[in-house]
């Protein structure tokens, strides 16, 4: 009943997304009604798109979170882009390593497809540290290769930073509204690994008189919903080692907001 176990608990740890061990869940953390299931999905491709390669592939999670290999971390995993491949038939298998299942094992948030000319089918899937499937996955995506630049390096695609997806500068929300993240050239885990190479995600909010309240997403989460009082809000999305000491490893630019009355 392993994944049952998963689902069932996915709730009330993105509840808890914004709580460590030694601090509460922030006030403003909440849930979105109806509950969705947790699922992971692409941010920056959708299905039918045409593109060229090399290209960054982006990839996002709700209602679980994120955690390297390194040891087993109850209720997160890493994510697993499957090509030309359908789910697995059995989720009790671990995953095969080749070309159709991409592991991203260290907590990495995309993958650069590197795919010749052609039409590919493409999926995610999430699954823990022995590379167990959750069934956590996204729907499958057809898209096509029109060319592929060889003489591009894929090395100047990526660039180490990180950026709050959503809300958007100058958006006006009701509560609860939805705040996703994302990584680039850096890993995202829970803070139960302690590793100097990867990071938890902590949104910084600072009202227009000053007062500033910061949400640490030490579950490795890459999204959240909130629920914080009316007002104009400077949004900060920051990326805190998880080794001792908690130093930021990367800072986004900062997203203005207003969150209206009900």
Request: positive net charge; aromatic residues 8%.
């Amino acid at each position: 009943m392993r994944p049952a176990r998963g689902l069932a608990a996915a709730a009330l740890v993105f509840a808890l997304a914004a709580a460590s061990a030694a601090e509460p869940a922030h006030p403003w953390v909440t849930l979105p009604a109806p509950l969705p299931q947790p699922q992971t999905y692409f941010t920056n491709l959708k299905d039918g798109d045409r593109i060229e390669t090399p290209f960054v592939l982006k990839f996002g999670l709700s209602r679980s979170g994120l955690a390297a290999i390194t040891k087993d971390v109850r209720d997160t995993g890493h994510h697993h882009l499957l090509v030309n491949r359908e789910l697995p038939l059995d989720f009790t298998q671990p995953l095969p390593f080749n070309d159709q299942y991409r592991h991203f094992g260290k907590g990495q948030m995309e993958a650069v497809l590197d795919f010749k000319p052609g039409t590919y089918t493409l999926r995610l899937l999430l699954a823990d540290h022995r590379h167990i499937p959750f069934f956590i996955y996204s729907k499958p995506m057809t898209v096509t290769v029109t060319a592929k630049n060889d003489k591009l390096d894929v090395k100047t695609l990526v660039k180490p930073g990180i950026e709050l997806l959503s809300p958007r500068q100058g958006e006006a929300l009701s509560v609860p509204f939805r705040v996703q993240f994302h990584a680039s050239g850096l890993n995202v885990s829970h803070t139960d690994i302690a590793d100097a190479g990867v990071g938890h995600f902590r949104l910084v909010a600072q009202t227009k008189g000053g007062a500033v309240e910061r949400i640490a997403f030490a579950n490795g989460a890459t999204e959240g919903w909130l629920k914080p009082p009316p007002g104009d809000y400077t949004l900060k999305l920051e990326l805190v080692s998880n080794a001792p000491g908690g130093a930021v490893m990367a800072s986004g630019a900062p997203v203005a907001v207003k969150v209206l009355a009900r």
